[in-house]
C-alpha cells in the first residue's frame, strides 16, 4: 500500500469516527431534552375557566382575579410536570445515556491515535485533505495542511478584496450622487460621510 493509499485510509477512519461521534451526540441530544409544557393543555383550562366565570356572571374584576389565578396555577402545574417527565424520561434512559457516553469517550481516544492533528479533525478539512490528495495536490498529511493552509490565506485575501471592491464602488457611487446633484466637493465632508481616515 503506498503512503497515499494510507494517508487516505486514515482520513477516511477519521471522517467515520467522526460521523458516529456527531450521531452520538445528536442521539444524547435527543435523550436529555426537557419534555415542553403542554401549551394546548394550558390554554384549554384558560378557556375553560374563562367562559365558566362569565356564565357565572360574576363582576370583571372577580372574573380578571380569578382568571389569572387559575392561568397561573395550571402553568405551575403544567411546568412541574415537565419537569417530572424530564426527569423520568432521564432516569429511563441512564443505561442508554452512560453506554453513549461510553461509545463517545472510545471515539475520541480512538481519534487521538491517529497521525492528523487535532485541529484538522473536522469533517470540512478533511474532506478538502482528501480532495487534494485524489487531484494530486498533496502526497502526506503534511502536504494536505500546507495546502489546506494556503487556502485559508487565499480565502482571507479573497475576503479582503471583497471588502476593498465594496468600499470602492460605495465611493464611486457617492461621487457620482454629488456630480449628479452638483453638489459641492468638499474632502473633510466626503472624508467623514465615507468614514475615510
Known sequence: MSNK????????????????????ENNLIELKKPVPISFMKLLLVSTLSIILLVLVDLDDGIIFYISTVVIISTFIYLFRKSEKLTNQKLENNQHQINELNQKEMELNNTLKTLNIGPKYLDLNILGKFENYLLNNLADTLKDCAIEYARECEQEEQMAELRKIHAKQDELLSEVSRIKENNETFEIEDFKRRMKID
Open 5 to 24: 493509499q494510507s494517508v487516505l485510509g486514515e482520513i477516511k477512519q477519521a471522517q467515520q469516527l467522526l460521523s458516529d461521534k456527531a450521531c452520538i
